[in-house]
């Protein structure tokens, strides 16, 4: 089962920033936090992840709380090309290390 | 440089009929995923190859549902004796190793059973 809960869906405006929230309030020690956003009729596609700290891509950013139960997405100029369905996992690096969908965001950006 | 490739893009089967699906992983990825993607649903995990053996396969849904992977590269699902509900989008990833972060996924095989 997934372990995470997200907004069903959100919208933003173009060129603004586009923070998406994903809480994991029962996330473990060794488990980190992963997403990935599905385009319309495209396999998944890995943004970023992080355990503790907070992170930076040329995609995007994560911003982890310190008690780890939740995080934030931020996708600094949202263009057209983000509306897509985002995900937020919680990933054990156990043997297999496959990846738990929950439902995501959809998010819409808005010209 | 490639990505990860399935065939056929599109499938359309009678019930009852077997199927099966393909997955060219990405050139020196040992680990390969399976997933599939229901209707209205979300991405749904059915089995994990590291190399040639499969060590999770805890998402097969039924005995109707197997996969191998040949040479620690092309991997086949197959399904036997198809089922409407089993109409989906089966996703195939792979990643560099079992302790790598990414997975890239491919495009996906979408499968209609009349």
Known sequence: DAKTTQPTSMDCAEGRAANLPCNHSTISGNEYVYWYRQIHSQGPQYIIHGLKNNETNEMA???????????????????LRDTAVYYCIVRLRDSSYKLIFGSGTRLLVRP | GAGV???????????????????????????????????????????Y???????????????????????????????????????????????????????????????TVL
């Open chain 1, 61 to 79: 950013s994560l911003i982890i709380t310190e008690d780890r139960k939740s995080s934030t997405l931020i996708l600094p100029h949202a263009t």
């Open chain 2, 5 to 47: 490739s399935q065939s056929p893009s599109n499938k359309v089967t009678e019930k009852g009929k077997d199927v099966e699906l393909r997955c060219d992983p990405i050139s020196g990825h040992t680990a390969l995923y399976w997933y599939r993607q229901s209707l209205g649903q979300g991405l749904e995990f059915l089995i």
């Open chain 2, 49 to 111: 190859f590291q190399g040639n053996s499969a060590p999770d396969k805890s998402g097969l849904p039924s005995d109707r549902f197997s996969a191998e992977r040949t040479g620690g590269s092309v991997s086949t699902l197959t399904i036997q004796r198809t089922q409407q509900e089993d109409s989906a989008v089966y996703l195939c990833a792979s990643q560099a190793g079992p302790l790598y972060n990414e997975q890239f996924f491919g495009p996906g095989t979408r499968l």
